[in-house]
């Protein structure tokens, strides 16, 4: 969600050796307006199709803590249908609602000027459903600290991969504002631990020549004298994660056609070129775009059923049989290996009916 998370720490957690659990549950997307992409939180409560028939109550009966993937597969099913544009029809309550709890005069100022600039080109309330994306894979325990030894993962990068959200992207968890939440919270689980583990630790003698090899690798865009551009490789990653049919609403043949995009990203990321040192972290970020985009659309494919925020077209029910587990992804020389592990619901003072 946030312009600064590109992947960076999840692909060095993911080179370093880490497993990664829950990768294909970062599929995050948020209703917008059409022309000005502005967010509409809680925009699925109110919405109808171009007979004005209210399509909110063909995917829920009741009011629900944030959007839903059901949201998704509506919006597309209509459209599919040949019932669209969807619209929001809401109705505002006069005054000036939590604004007028605090006074945030630099937040006021921030969103008139959003607002002013979304209203010259929203004609109407037009929406569609935008990705935002919450991969969240690094696995950790219950300290925050990864399945290498000794290194931690807290906030954004372990959300979903501490498994404590269970199958929905996170943040936000269904959940808003948990982003944050859970950053302090994971900070206040590892300290101990990390503390603990730092005392006791020695640094181990540094490898000159695999330091040699890896700021050779981090420097290899710059000294090309040509080849791709980052924004390249990105849009190939964009073609695949964009569209609703293939990262929200999914089956098997849509997320195929997914993964040959990212393929072919994946392919142009040894070309990548950099005149500058703006371009070559640009050059890093697309590389870790591919390899999230990789991981997703692998554990999606592999993950049999619906779950959650986790929509399978082909697999529409949940299955607790079979698939009571998590999607566990890791680096294994050069390839992406995936394996499950059973969910410890044993442990669970609730417990699921198999």
Known sequence: MWSSGRGDGIAAAYRAG???RNAEFGNFAQLVKIRSHE????????MYNKVGEHVTKNFRTGPEPDISSTA???WYRQMSNNMGPITLKIERPSGGGLSGMWDRPYGMKFWQLNNEAAEKVDIDMEVCPMLIGEQSPVKTDHNMMTTIPGLYAVGDVSYCGSAAPGAVPAPPGRNRGSGILNAVFAGIMCSESAAETAAKSELPPIDKK??????????????????VKAKDVVRYVQKAVGPMEQSVYLNKYRMEIALRYVNIAKDLVPKLQADDFHELLNCHEAEAAVLSAEMQFKAALMRKESRGWFLREDYPETDNKNWLKWII???????M???TEDVPYEKWAVKPTI
């Open 18 to 20: 880490a497993e990664m």
């Open 39 to 46: 967010e509409v939180v809680y925009g699925e409560n109110s």
């Open 72 to 74: 998704i597969e509506e």
């Open 210 to 227: 695999q330091l040699d090899a890896l700021v050779e690798r981090l420097y290899a865009p710059l000294y090309r004298e040509k080849g």
């Open 329 to 335: 992804v890791k680096k294994q020389g050069d390839e």
């Open 337 to 339: 290996t995936l394996t």
